[in-house]
């Protein structure tokens, strides 16, 4: 007696729905046609012509219908290649969030611990990765991430204070919203200025530029500074004085607060920016 091996009948599909592999090859068709641009030729091929049946098969006289259209550039055009950036579009969103994920750890570790202590493993530790590695994968040492960490504080806190400064006119108004945002900034991130001025004291300029550091962010500072206040006395909204040096005592007084703070926990920083601002009013004033 002899038996027939048949392969076990496949469960039918219900009508109106699909297996889940089908369905989303299907939502992935359809996704890749739609980021595909219209009205752009194929570059196709004939297909070639398939052979007859060999003739122990029946109905040799029929032939296997053939498709229009084929080729790997047509398939590439049409499928492939738009599926592919769809891929890196995710990838390429994936990679962006584990840089903010390594570069916020980065900040706590640096903010909490200090530069010296801040080394990869602590700051895969607090990012939660099985190893050093993914660090090393997206940025390019110690020295691009610390410039990372520099940028993004800096990024944060112009951010939070143009919001503020954006809402008032004039060049009195926007000083004083100036000296006021800024120590609220302080105040409210002291771990984020803890890892900024950790990581300028330490060379990480933003950019990587040489030379780069606490100085010559300290100085970009006061140099947008005295503009502003080189403008007010402009308009006539300001007295006489020196920009320069009226700068360098309003950017001192900011930072200041900083140390003050670490000293003195309970400090006051509405009183603080409040007896600030009297005074910058007062040096600033008309004679």
Sequence with gaps: ???????????????????????????????????????????????????????????NDRHVPQPRECGKTAFWRLFARPCYLLLMQAKTFTENARRAQIVRAAIETIGELGYAKASFGQIAKRAGLSSTGMISYHFDGKADLIAEVVRDVLTTSLAYMRERIDAVDGPAAELRVYIESNLAFIAEHPVE????????????????????????????????????????????????????VMAITIRQAIDGFHTESIRRPGIDVAAYAAELVRIVERATAHD
């Excluded at 996704?31 to 098969?57: I, M, N």
């Excluded at 300029?205 to 006395?233: K, M, S």
């Design 1 to 59: 007696m002899t038996h027939s091996r048949r392969c076990p009948a496949r469960p039918a599909v219900p009508a109106g729905r699909q297996p889940g592999v089908v369905m989303a090859a299907r939502r992935a068709v359809r996704a890749a046609v739609a980021a595909f641009p219209a009205g752009v030729a194929l570059e196709t091929k004939a297909a070639p012509a398939l052979p007859e049946r060999p003739s122990h098969f029946p109905g």
């Design 193 to 244: 200025l803890t890892a900024l001025l950790e990581s300028l004291r330490h060379g990480g300029a933003p950019g990587g530029e040489a030379g780069g550091g606490t100085g010559e962010w300290y100085h970009g500072a006061i140099d947008v500074l005295e503009t502003c206040l080189r403008e007010g006395q402009r308009t006539g909204d300001f007295g006489r004085f020196d920009p320069r």
